[in-house]
């Protein structure tokens, strides 16, 4: 685990221009991600509202053969209000509410830069900072979130770099603006 004389070490010095940077970079990221998850959120309830998907029976083909069987379970026909789980509609429903997200999304602002969306694009940039976090402080720690697979630990201790890291810069005062 992480050595606390270095932690305490490393909270008693200033901060590097590396950290403050890395910091900075932080802050401005996460607001961004945030801001757009706020709008997509707000896209995603509209659009599930306005189409109103239901849960569709489960459709697959038997193993060696052509036959195609349906099957329903307690789900079926009642309404989709996750987003993440519109993959249970029917395509048709699903389209549709992809199509509506797409527009509103746009509307806000927001659109597909090709293809990729501007909230995916700002989850992943946020991420890519994190690791920078971990690598910087790894002569520090001796630990790389590169090198963590389990996805929790992995967030365990970015949250505590993180900790350590604002804890750091509160207690020195520092204008991050």
Known sequence: MINQSAVDTFMNKPLSKTFVE???????????????????????????DEVKPVYAPLVFKRRGSNETVSKTD????????????????????????????????????????GEFDQQLMAKSDLRKIELEISEAFKPITGISAKSIFNLELRNKLINLLMKILLGTAKAQ????D
């Open 22 to 48: 890395l910091l900075k970079k932080y802050l401005t990221a996460k607001s961004d991600l945030d801001a757009k998850t706020i709008i997509a959120e707000k896209c995603q309830k509209e659009a599930l």
């Open 74 to 113: 307690e789900k079926t026909g009642k309404p989709i209000q996750n987003f993440n789980e519109l993959y249970l509609a029917s395509d048709k429903q699903a389209e549709q509410v992809f199509s509506i997200h797409s527009r509103k999304m746009a509307e806000n602002g927001l659109a597909n830069i």
């Open 173 to 176: 005062n520092l204008k991050l």
